[in-house]
Protein backbone atom coordinates (compact mmCIF):
# COMPACT_ATOMS: atom_id res chain seq x y z
CA UNK A 1 0.00 0.00 0.00
CA UNK A 2 1.67 3.44 -1.07
CA UNK A 3 1.50 6.10 1.13
CA UNK A 4 -0.89 9.36 0.46
CA UNK A 5 0.31 12.43 1.34
CA UNK A 6 -1.85 15.18 3.58
CA UNK A 7 -2.32 18.65 2.83
CA UNK A 8 0.93 19.36 4.12
CA UNK A 9 -0.82 22.90 5.49
CA UNK A 10 -4.29 22.18 5.92
CA UNK A 11 -4.85 24.96 8.31
CA UNK A 12 -3.53 27.08 5.06
CA UNK A 13 -6.73 26.86 3.17
CA UNK A 14 -9.17 29.65 3.19
CA UNK A 15 -12.58 29.20 3.68
CA UNK A 16 -14.68 31.45 1.26
CA UNK A 17 -17.02 29.67 -1.36
CA UNK A 18 -15.91 29.28 -4.76
CA UNK A 19 -19.29 30.81 -6.08
CA UNK A 20 -19.39 27.98 -9.04
CA UNK A 21 -22.97 27.80 -10.38
CA UNK A 22 -21.91 23.96 -11.64
CA UNK A 23 -20.43 21.55 -9.54
CA UNK A 24 -20.88 18.85 -11.60
CA UNK A 25 -18.95 21.08 -14.92
CA UNK A 26 -16.28 21.96 -12.93
CA UNK A 27 -15.26 18.26 -11.62
CA UNK A 28 -15.94 17.02 -15.13
CA UNK A 29 -13.59 19.79 -16.47
CA UNK A 30 -10.80 18.78 -13.64
CA UNK A 31 -11.10 15.14 -14.66
CA UNK A 32 -10.81 15.65 -18.62
CA UNK A 33 -8.09 17.82 -17.93
CA UNK A 34 -6.23 15.55 -15.87
CA UNK A 35 -7.33 12.52 -18.13
CA UNK A 36 -5.98 14.81 -21.41
CA UNK A 37 -2.53 15.55 -19.64
CA UNK A 38 -1.90 11.96 -18.68
CA UNK A 39 -1.98 12.74 -14.42
CA UNK A 40 -5.18 10.42 -13.99
CA UNK A 41 -7.66 7.93 -14.97
CA UNK A 42 -10.65 6.82 -13.14
CA UNK A 43 -14.21 7.08 -12.06
CA UNK A 44 -15.54 9.37 -9.99
CA UNK A 45 -19.05 9.21 -8.21
CA UNK A 46 -21.08 10.75 -5.45
CA UNK A 47 -24.30 9.62 -3.96
CA UNK A 48 -26.36 11.58 -1.51
CA UNK A 49 -29.05 8.73 0.69
CA UNK A 50 -28.11 6.09 -2.27
CA UNK A 51 -29.23 8.47 -5.10
CA UNK A 52 -26.27 8.95 -7.62
CA UNK A 53 -25.66 12.86 -8.01
CA UNK A 54 -22.59 12.26 -9.81
CA UNK A 55 -20.28 9.89 -12.24
CA UNK A 56 -18.21 10.85 -14.26
CA UNK A 57 -15.25 8.17 -16.15
CA UNK A 58 -12.37 9.70 -18.12
CA UNK A 59 -9.38 7.57 -19.38
CA UNK A 60 -8.53 3.86 -20.39
CA UNK A 61 -10.17 0.29 -19.02
CA UNK A 62 -6.91 -0.61 -22.08
CA UNK A 63 -4.57 2.16 -22.64
CA UNK A 64 -3.26 0.42 -25.94
CA UNK A 65 -6.52 -0.08 -27.51
CA UNK A 66 -8.11 3.32 -26.27
CA UNK A 67 -11.05 1.20 -24.43
CA UNK A 68 -12.84 3.99 -22.72
CA UNK A 69 -13.83 3.30 -18.94
CA UNK A 70 -17.65 3.17 -18.37
CA UNK A 71 -19.28 4.29 -15.34
CA UNK A 72 -19.89 1.16 -13.90
CA UNK A 73 -16.38 -0.56 -15.02
CA UNK A 74 -15.04 -2.26 -12.03
CA UNK A 75 -11.64 -1.74 -10.53
CA UNK A 76 -9.09 -3.85 -7.90
CA UNK A 77 -9.88 -1.71 -4.78
CA UNK A 78 -6.47 -2.42 -2.68
CA UNK A 79 -6.78 -1.64 1.11
CA UNK A 80 -10.74 -0.31 0.54
CA UNK A 81 -10.72 -4.95 0.99
CA UNK A 82 -10.01 -4.30 4.67
CA UNK A 83 -13.62 -2.45 5.50
CA UNK A 84 -15.25 -5.75 4.30
CA UNK A 85 -12.86 -7.45 6.39
CA UNK A 86 -13.99 -5.67 9.04
CA UNK A 87 -17.59 -5.78 8.51
CA UNK A 88 -17.44 -9.97 8.62
CA UNK A 89 -15.89 -9.96 11.51
CA UNK A 90 -17.95 -7.93 13.30
CA UNK A 91 -20.46 -10.18 11.68
CA UNK A 92 -18.77 -13.16 13.25
CA UNK A 93 -18.41 -11.25 16.58
CA UNK A 94 -22.11 -11.17 16.64
CA UNK A 95 -22.71 -14.32 15.77
CA UNK A 96 -20.97 -15.19 18.89
CA UNK A 97 -18.46 -17.26 16.51
CA UNK A 98 -15.44 -14.86 17.48
CA UNK A 99 -15.49 -11.64 19.98
CA UNK A 100 -12.92 -8.84 20.36
CA UNK A 101 -11.13 -10.22 22.80
CA UNK A 102 -9.90 -13.47 20.92
CA UNK A 103 -6.50 -14.26 21.16
CA UNK A 104 -4.28 -14.82 17.82
CA UNK A 105 -2.92 -17.72 19.31
CA UNK A 106 -5.80 -20.13 19.04
CA UNK A 107 -5.22 -20.15 15.18
CA UNK A 108 -1.74 -19.25 14.80
CA UNK A 109 0.32 -19.67 17.70
CA UNK A 110 3.90 -19.81 16.24
CA UNK A 111 3.49 -15.80 15.46
CA UNK A 112 5.34 -13.94 17.81
CA UNK A 113 3.17 -12.57 20.54
CA UNK A 114 0.39 -14.12 19.51
CA UNK A 115 -0.72 -15.24 23.04
CA UNK A 116 -1.16 -11.32 23.64
CA UNK A 117 -2.61 -10.24 20.44
CA UNK A 118 -6.25 -10.13 20.24
CA UNK A 119 -9.07 -9.71 16.99
CA UNK A 120 -9.36 -6.13 18.37
CA UNK A 121 -5.75 -5.19 18.09
CA UNK A 122 -5.50 -6.64 14.34
CA UNK A 123 -8.86 -4.52 13.43
CA UNK A 124 -7.11 -1.95 15.24
CA UNK A 125 -3.19 -1.86 13.61
CA UNK A 126 -2.24 -2.31 17.03
CA UNK A 127 -0.99 -5.88 17.42
CA UNK A 128 2.86 -5.19 16.39
CA UNK A 129 2.57 -7.48 14.08
CA UNK A 130 5.05 -6.64 11.01
CA UNK A 131 4.00 -5.88 7.60
CA UNK A 132 4.44 -8.73 5.57
CA UNK A 133 3.60 -6.82 1.87
CA UNK A 134 7.02 -4.60 3.13
CA UNK A 135 9.25 -7.85 2.71
CA UNK A 136 12.09 -8.28 -0.19
CA UNK A 137 10.36 -11.61 -0.05
CA UNK A 138 7.05 -10.58 -0.83
CA UNK A 139 8.33 -8.59 -3.62
CA UNK A 140 9.81 -11.02 -5.20
CA UNK A 141 6.62 -13.37 -5.55
CA UNK A 142 3.45 -10.58 -5.43
CA UNK A 143 3.22 -11.55 -9.37
CA UNK A 144 3.60 -15.24 -8.71
CA UNK A 145 1.33 -16.61 -5.95
CA UNK A 146 2.00 -17.79 -2.19
CA UNK A 147 0.53 -20.37 -0.16
CA UNK A 148 -1.04 -19.90 2.87
CA UNK A 149 1.64 -21.45 4.46
CA UNK A 150 4.29 -19.03 2.78
CA UNK A 151 2.50 -16.41 3.93
CA UNK A 152 2.06 -17.66 7.53
CA UNK A 153 5.85 -18.46 7.28
CA UNK A 154 7.01 -15.27 6.67
CA UNK A 155 4.46 -13.32 8.46
CA UNK A 156 6.27 -15.59 11.47
CA UNK A 157 9.98 -14.92 10.40
CA UNK A 158 10.29 -10.80 10.59
CA UNK A 159 11.68 -9.14 13.57
CA UNK A 160 8.83 -7.49 15.68
CA UNK A 161 9.91 -3.70 16.58
CA UNK A 162 6.70 -2.99 18.36
CA UNK A 163 4.92 -4.59 21.34
CA UNK A 164 0.81 -5.72 21.21
CA UNK A 165 -1.26 -2.25 22.25
CA UNK A 166 1.53 -0.10 22.22
CA UNK A 167 1.06 2.57 19.34
CA UNK A 168 -0.87 1.95 15.99
CA UNK A 169 1.27 0.81 13.03
CA UNK A 170 -0.45 -0.11 9.56
CA UNK A 171 0.26 -3.57 8.43
CA UNK A 172 -1.54 -5.74 5.91
CA UNK A 173 -0.40 -8.84 7.78
CA UNK A 174 -3.13 -8.19 10.60
CA UNK A 175 -6.12 -7.93 7.41
CA UNK A 176 -4.43 -11.66 5.83
CA UNK A 177 -4.88 -13.07 9.56
CA UNK A 178 -8.39 -11.96 9.94
CA UNK A 179 -9.71 -13.40 6.68
CA UNK A 180 -7.94 -16.30 7.24
CA UNK A 181 -9.44 -16.56 10.71
CA UNK A 182 -12.92 -15.97 9.28
CA UNK A 183 -12.60 -18.98 6.75
CA UNK A 184 -11.33 -20.93 9.89
CA UNK A 185 -13.90 -20.35 12.27
CA UNK A 186 -16.81 -20.05 9.44
CA UNK A 187 -15.57 -23.29 7.24
CA UNK A 188 -15.87 -21.00 4.15
CA UNK A 189 -13.52 -19.86 1.93
CA UNK A 190 -13.09 -15.54 2.32
CA UNK A 191 -14.28 -15.29 -1.18
CA UNK A 192 -17.68 -17.18 -0.33
CA UNK A 193 -18.18 -14.93 2.73
CA UNK A 194 -17.78 -11.84 0.79
CA UNK A 195 -20.15 -13.14 -1.83
CA UNK A 196 -23.01 -14.78 0.92
CA UNK A 197 -22.71 -12.22 3.44
CA UNK A 198 -22.35 -9.01 1.59
CA UNK A 199 -22.68 -8.97 -2.06
CA UNK A 200 -25.86 -11.11 -2.13
CA UNK A 201 -27.94 -9.31 0.32
CA UNK A 202 -27.15 -5.43 -0.92
CA UNK A 203 -27.14 -6.85 -4.43
CA UNK A 204 -23.88 -5.61 -4.99
CA UNK A 205 -23.20 -7.18 -8.72
CA UNK A 206 -19.78 -6.27 -9.59
CA UNK A 207 -18.29 -6.69 -6.23
CA UNK A 208 -15.95 -10.02 -5.99
CA UNK A 209 -12.47 -11.75 -4.58
CA UNK A 210 -10.30 -10.36 -7.71
CA UNK A 211 -8.89 -12.61 -10.26
CA UNK A 212 -6.68 -12.18 -12.94
CA UNK A 213 -8.36 -8.98 -14.96
CA UNK A 214 -10.66 -9.50 -17.38
CA UNK A 215 -11.17 -6.72 -19.61
CA UNK A 216 -14.05 -8.88 -21.37
CA UNK A 217 -15.40 -8.78 -18.16
CA UNK A 218 -15.06 -4.80 -17.89
CA UNK A 219 -11.99 -4.38 -15.22
CA UNK A 220 -9.80 -2.12 -15.94
CA UNK A 221 -5.70 -2.41 -16.55
CA UNK A 222 -3.66 -0.25 -14.50
CA UNK A 223 -0.75 1.81 -15.43
CA UNK A 224 1.83 3.96 -14.09
CA UNK A 225 3.72 6.94 -16.37
CA UNK A 226 6.80 6.08 -18.02
CA UNK A 227 8.75 9.26 -18.66
CA UNK A 228 11.13 7.76 -21.07
CA UNK A 229 8.34 7.14 -23.86
CA UNK A 230 5.70 9.83 -22.47
CA UNK A 231 3.28 7.18 -22.29
CA UNK A 232 1.07 4.97 -20.13
CA UNK A 233 2.80 1.82 -19.19
CA UNK A 234 0.76 -1.53 -17.95
CA UNK A 235 1.50 -2.39 -14.37
CA UNK A 236 2.18 -6.19 -13.39
CA UNK A 237 -0.85 -8.19 -11.99
CA UNK A 238 -0.92 -8.84 -7.95
CA UNK A 239 -1.40 -12.70 -7.93
CA UNK A 240 -4.49 -12.14 -6.16
CA UNK A 241 -4.43 -15.75 -3.97
CA UNK A 242 -2.28 -13.43 -1.85
CA UNK A 243 -3.93 -10.43 -0.62
CA UNK A 244 -7.08 -11.94 0.76
CA UNK A 245 -9.07 -9.84 2.97
CA UNK A 246 -6.34 -7.18 3.15
CA UNK A 247 -6.62 -6.22 -0.60
CA UNK A 248 -8.04 -9.01 -3.03
CA UNK A 249 -11.35 -7.28 -3.52
CA UNK A 250 -12.45 -5.59 -6.93
CA UNK A 251 -15.46 -3.38 -7.28
CA UNK A 252 -17.34 -0.47 -8.90
CA UNK A 253 -18.38 3.23 -7.72
CA UNK A 254 -22.35 2.06 -7.83
CA UNK A 255 -21.18 -1.20 -5.60
CA UNK A 256 -19.04 0.61 -3.04
CA UNK A 257 -21.13 3.60 -2.36
CA UNK A 258 -24.09 1.05 -1.64
CA UNK A 259 -21.94 -1.09 0.50
CA UNK A 260 -20.85 2.33 2.72
CA UNK A 261 -24.64 3.47 2.80
CA UNK A 262 -25.85 0.08 4.30
CA UNK A 263 -23.16 0.07 6.36
CA UNK A 264 -23.93 3.33 7.66
CA UNK A 265 -27.78 2.37 7.92
CA UNK A 266 -27.09 -0.86 10.04
CA UNK A 267 -27.56 -3.02 7.38
CA UNK A 268 -24.89 -5.23 8.15
CA UNK A 269 -24.07 -4.83 11.44
CA UNK A 270 -25.31 -3.40 14.46
CA UNK A 271 -24.78 0.50 15.71
CA UNK A 272 -22.97 -0.80 18.35
CA UNK A 273 -20.56 -2.55 16.12
CA UNK A 274 -20.55 0.16 13.77
CA UNK A 275 -18.97 2.65 16.66
CA UNK A 276 -16.62 -0.15 17.24
CA UNK A 277 -15.39 0.34 13.93
CA UNK A 278 -15.42 3.74 13.85
CA UNK A 279 -13.54 4.09 17.49
CA UNK A 280 -10.44 6.20 15.67
CA UNK A 281 -6.99 5.84 18.01
CA UNK A 282 -4.24 7.34 16.30
CA UNK A 283 -5.70 8.10 12.95
CA UNK A 284 -7.48 4.68 12.49
CA UNK A 285 -10.09 2.79 13.68
CA UNK A 286 -10.95 -0.71 13.06
CA UNK A 287 -11.41 -0.88 9.47
CA UNK A 288 -11.97 2.24 8.84
CA UNK A 289 -10.05 6.16 8.65
CA UNK A 290 -11.63 9.39 9.28
CA UNK A 291 -11.33 11.92 6.93
CA UNK A 292 -11.23 15.40 7.69
CA UNK A 293 -12.37 18.46 5.25
CA UNK A 294 -13.17 21.80 6.59
CA UNK A 295 -15.82 21.55 9.11
CA UNK A 296 -16.58 18.20 7.95
CA UNK A 297 -16.00 14.60 8.73
CA UNK A 298 -15.72 11.51 5.95
CA UNK A 299 -15.48 8.02 7.34
CA UNK A 300 -13.99 5.11 4.94
CA UNK A 301 -10.87 3.64 3.24
CA UNK A 302 -7.88 4.34 0.89
CA UNK A 303 -6.84 1.54 -1.22
CA UNK A 304 -3.35 1.07 -3.47
CA UNK A 305 -2.72 -1.79 -5.59
CA UNK A 306 -0.15 -1.97 -8.43
CA UNK A 307 -1.18 1.06 -10.47
CA UNK A 308 -4.41 1.12 -8.73
CA UNK A 309 -4.94 3.91 -6.36
CA UNK A 310 -8.76 4.01 -4.63
CA UNK A 311 -10.87 5.83 -1.97
CA UNK A 312 -13.90 5.86 -0.59
CA UNK A 313 -15.71 8.38 1.84
CA UNK A 314 -18.64 8.66 3.88
CA UNK A 315 -20.06 12.12 5.54
CA UNK A 316 -22.60 10.70 7.81
CA UNK A 317 -24.01 14.32 8.52
CA UNK A 318 -24.54 14.53 4.57
CA UNK A 319 -25.27 11.03 4.11
CA UNK A 320 -23.27 11.61 0.96
CA UNK A 321 -20.83 8.75 0.13
CA UNK A 322 -18.08 10.06 -2.21
CA UNK A 323 -15.64 7.15 -4.39
CA UNK A 324 -12.72 7.31 -6.44
CA UNK A 325 -11.73 4.82 -8.38
CA UNK A 326 -8.36 5.37 -10.40
CA UNK A 327 -6.06 2.84 -12.58
CA UNK A 328 -3.53 5.46 -13.51
CA UNK A 329 -2.36 8.21 -11.59
CA UNK A 330 0.70 10.00 -12.41
CA UNK A 331 2.53 13.08 -11.29
CA UNK A 332 -0.33 15.16 -10.17
CA UNK A 333 -0.96 12.69 -7.26
CA UNK A 334 -3.89 10.89 -6.03
CA UNK A 335 -4.55 12.97 -2.82
CA UNK A 336 -4.85 16.41 -5.18
CA UNK A 337 -7.77 14.36 -7.10
CA UNK A 338 -9.55 13.96 -3.97
CA UNK A 339 -8.95 17.60 -3.23
CA UNK A 340 -9.95 18.93 -5.96
CA UNK A 341 -13.30 16.67 -6.27
CA UNK A 342 -14.23 17.26 -2.94
CA UNK A 343 -13.78 21.01 -2.70
CA UNK A 344 -15.74 21.97 -5.98
CA UNK A 345 -18.66 19.83 -4.68
CA UNK A 346 -18.47 21.54 -1.33
CA UNK A 347 -18.38 24.81 -2.87
CA UNK A 348 -14.40 25.63 -1.52
CA UNK A 349 -12.04 27.37 -2.89
CA UNK A 350 -9.21 25.32 -5.72
CA UNK A 351 -7.01 26.20 -7.74
CA UNK A 352 -7.40 24.02 -11.39
CA UNK A 353 -4.28 22.94 -12.31
CA UNK A 354 -2.03 24.17 -15.35
CA UNK A 355 0.36 21.31 -16.57
CA UNK A 356 1.90 23.50 -19.57
CA UNK A 357 4.80 24.47 -17.60
CA UNK A 358 7.81 21.63 -17.46
CA UNK A 359 10.21 21.58 -15.01
CA UNK A 360 13.72 22.97 -15.79
CA UNK A 361 16.84 21.74 -14.49
CA UNK A 362 19.09 24.04 -11.87
CA UNK A 363 22.49 22.66 -10.90
CA UNK A 364 23.11 22.50 -6.92
CA UNK A 365 25.02 25.77 -6.85
CA UNK A 366 21.88 27.21 -8.64
CA UNK A 367 19.92 25.95 -6.03
CA UNK A 368 21.43 27.37 -3.08
CA UNK A 369 20.60 30.83 -4.19
CA UNK A 370 16.91 29.50 -2.75
CA UNK A 371 18.04 28.35 0.35
CA UNK A 372 17.40 29.59 4.18
CA UNK A 373 14.69 29.44 6.55
CA UNK A 374 11.62 31.55 5.66
CA UNK A 375 8.48 32.72 8.21
CA UNK A 376 5.27 34.02 7.84
CA UNK A 377 4.85 35.80 10.99
CA UNK A 378 0.79 36.20 10.61
CA UNK A 379 0.73 32.21 10.91
CA UNK A 380 3.47 31.69 13.15
CA UNK A 381 5.30 29.78 10.84
CA UNK A 382 8.63 28.75 9.15
CA UNK A 383 9.93 27.06 6.01
CA UNK A 384 13.03 25.85 5.76
CA UNK A 385 14.72 25.28 2.57
CA UNK A 386 18.47 23.40 1.84
CA UNK A 387 19.60 21.61 -1.12
CA UNK A 388 20.28 18.23 -0.91
CA UNK A 389 21.19 15.34 -3.57
CA UNK A 390 20.36 18.13 -6.27
CA UNK A 391 17.14 19.14 -5.05
CA UNK A 392 15.68 21.81 -3.41
CA UNK A 393 14.25 20.68 0.08
CA UNK A 394 11.49 22.14 2.28
CA UNK A 395 10.37 21.39 5.70
CA UNK A 396 7.80 22.93 8.16
CA UNK A 397 8.37 23.09 11.27
CA UNK A 398 7.22 19.96 13.20
CA UNK A 399 6.84 18.26 9.40
CA UNK A 400 8.27 15.87 7.14
CA UNK A 401 10.70 17.17 4.44
CA UNK A 402 9.62 16.99 0.67
CA UNK A 403 11.08 17.65 -2.27
CA UNK A 404 10.32 21.33 -4.79
CA UNK A 405 10.46 20.67 -8.55
CA UNK A 406 12.10 23.86 -10.41
CA UNK A 407 10.14 25.55 -12.91
CA UNK A 408 10.93 28.95 -14.99
CA UNK A 409 10.69 32.53 -12.91
CA UNK A 410 12.20 31.09 -10.15
CA UNK A 411 9.05 29.22 -9.11
CA UNK A 412 9.22 25.53 -7.27
CA UNK A 413 6.12 22.84 -7.33
CA UNK A 414 5.66 20.11 -4.68
CA UNK A 415 2.68 18.63 -6.51
CA UNK A 416 1.66 15.56 -4.51
CA UNK A 417 0.49 18.29 -1.99
CA UNK A 418 -1.00 21.12 -4.22
CA UNK A 419 2.33 23.63 -3.18
CA UNK A 420 3.38 26.48 -4.91
CA UNK A 421 6.08 28.40 -4.04
CA UNK A 422 7.14 31.90 -6.23
CA UNK A 423 10.18 33.69 -5.27
CA UNK A 424 10.16 37.34 -5.50
CA UNK A 425 12.83 39.11 -7.23
CA UNK A 426 15.67 39.62 -4.52
CA UNK A 427 14.80 36.04 -3.63
CA UNK A 428 14.19 37.53 0.41
CA UNK A 429 10.61 36.54 0.23
CA UNK A 430 8.56 33.99 -1.21
CA UNK A 431 4.69 33.57 -2.03
CA UNK A 432 3.26 30.26 -1.00
CA UNK A 433 0.13 29.16 -2.67
CA UNK A 434 -1.98 26.31 -1.77
CA UNK A 435 -5.71 25.22 -1.38
CA UNK A 436 -6.88 29.23 -3.06
CA UNK A 437 -4.82 30.74 -0.54
CA UNK A 438 -1.42 32.97 -1.11
CA UNK A 439 0.79 33.52 2.07
CA UNK A 440 4.21 35.61 1.79
CA UNK A 441 7.53 34.13 3.74
CA UNK A 442 10.22 36.53 4.53
CA UNK A 443 13.61 35.52 5.03
CA UNK A 444 15.10 35.16 8.57
Known amino acids: MKQLYTLMMALLVCTTGLGQTNKKESIDRFLELLHENQQNMGVVAIYTNGKEEYSKAAG ?86 MTEKEVIALIESLPVELEPNAQTSYSNSNYYLLSRILEKVTGESFARLLDKKISQPLKLTATSYGKKINEAGNEAHSYSFDVASGSWKRMEETEMGIPQGAGAVVSNTRDLATFIQALFEGKLISTKSLNDMKAIDQGLGRGMMVFPFYDRVAYGHNGSIDGFESSLAYFPEEKTALVILSNAVGEYGFNNVALGVLSYWFDKPFELPSFSDKPVELSSEQLKAFEGTFANSNLGMKIKLWVQDGALMAQAEGQSGFPLAAFENDTFKFSAAGIVIKFHENRDKFTLLQGGGEFIFEKQ
Open 60 to 145: WINAENKKPLAGDTRFRIGSISKMFTAVLVFQSIEAGQLSLDTKLSKFYPGIKNADRITISHMLHHKSGIPNFTSSPVYREKMYKG
